[in-house]
């Protein structure tokens, strides 16, 4: 392998840690073969990987909350404190129904 290589190899290995499909990483070092002339496709081809991951970091904002969500939940309960506990309760019930819609886009 010569050193053209093993920067291939670097930028697959880099673009995989970005969760990129195969076919597109594939895609992506075909059109690095043509250079300049398929500059558009390949900044499609990572525009559309910016909005698989910003959706990605949205759905894992949400499990967030649903977590935060569940622990101040169970220090309501710890506490005594049943008014705040059901209150967190009913919003933990509508934030699960929203992951739900958002786990099957």
Not at 45 to 59: C, D, P, T, V
């Amino acid at each position: 392998y010569d050193e053209d290589d093993l920067d291939q190899l670097m930028w697959v290995a880099c673009l995989a840690a970005t969760g990129m499909s195969v076919s597109d990483m594939r895609q992506y070092v075909a059109n690095g073969q043509l250079g300049p002339a398929a500059a558009g496709e390949q900044i499609e081809l990572l525009a559309e990987q910016e909005r698989r991951l910003a959706r990605e970091a949205e759905y894992i904002a949400l499990r967030q909350r649903y977590v935060r969500l569940k622990i101040d939940y169970w220090g309501a309960v710890q506490s005594g404190d049943d008014a705040r506990a059901r209150t967190l309760s009913e919003q933990a019930r509508t934030l699960a129904d929203e992951l739900k819609r958002a786990r099957k886009q």
